[in-house]
């Protein structure tokens, strides 16, 4: 069973940078993406960016285009999350998660929070 660890949240402020990692104990070899996620408070969970496990492409939200960077690490089993140009709108719990070819998103991490202040 695939778990997914997500170390690197933190308290910054706008217009700062955070990179969070999503580290996969047993390793990311049957995934086909591995994706990020957040929900704010009173909020849905949302999209934010995935990557392809072997091919590594990458695909955004509207909201994370041009600000953040999704990208992997093979041998670490590890998926980053680089996000730029921080907006107090970008407050939430972040989640990874990862998916295989048939199957929906799972093997959810337990989140880590990321708090921009104005």
């Known amino acids: 069973q695939v778990q997914l660890v997500e170390p690197g949240g933190g308290l910054v402020q706008a217009g700062g940078s955070l990179r969070l990692s999503c580290a996969a104990s047993?390793?990311?070899?049957?995934?086909?993406?591995v994706g990020w996620f957040r929900q704010a408070p009173g909020k849905e969970r949302d999209f934010v960016a995935r990557?392809?496990?072997?091919?590594?492409?990458?695909a955004y939200a509207d909201s994370a285009k041009g600000r953040f960077t999704i990208s992997k690490d093979n041998a670490k089993s590890t998926v980053y999350l680089q996000m730029n140009s921080l907006k107090p709108e970008d407050t939430a719990i972040y989640y990874c998660?990862?998916?295989?070819?048939?199957?929906?998103?799972?093997?959810w991490g337990q989140g880590t929070q990321v708090t921009v202040s104005s």
């Open positions: 047993g390793g990311m070899f049957s995934s086909s993406a």
């Open positions: 998660a990862r998916k295989e070819v048939y199957t929906n998103w799972g093997n």
């Open positions: 990557i392809t496990w072997r091919g590594g492409n990458p």
